[in-house]
């Protein structure tokens, strides 16, 4: 039986922490009280989106820019994990929704 790891994701803050959720491959987060954030020690939760981040274009060219500059200079690495054809772009997104890819996936012309 599945557990839902949101309580859990609270239990591991220190006071003042902040509880930050990237996406649902758990699950939605459940409907909870406010109250809780409190008695769990004043923490905060937030749902960034990055168009919040990037809504003007300058922003996301701004932004975009400093991405590739970090790549470009070594300082990271992407590892791609999966190639699929082009003609086969209908598995890649099958096995990305299925959730039986991790990492970078791209796709070969």
Do not use: H
């Amino acid at each position: 039986e599945e557990t839902d790891p949101f309580p859990a994701s609270l239990d591991c803050l220190r006071p003042l922490g902040m509880f930050v959720s990237f996406g649902q491959s758990s699950g939605p987060i459940p409907p909870f009280s406010m109250s809780l954030l409190a008695q769990k020690g004043s923490l905060y939760a937030t749902r960034p989106t990055i168009f919040v981040y990037n809504a003007k274009r300058e922003d996301l060219v701004a932004s975009a820019g400093a991405l590739f500059d970090v790549v470009l200079s070594g300082a990271v690495e992407i590892k791609i994990n999966q190639r699929y054809a082009l003609k086969d772009a209908a598995k890649a997104q099958s096995d990305l929704e299925g959730r039986k890819t991790t990492g970078t996936t791209v796709l070969i012309p």
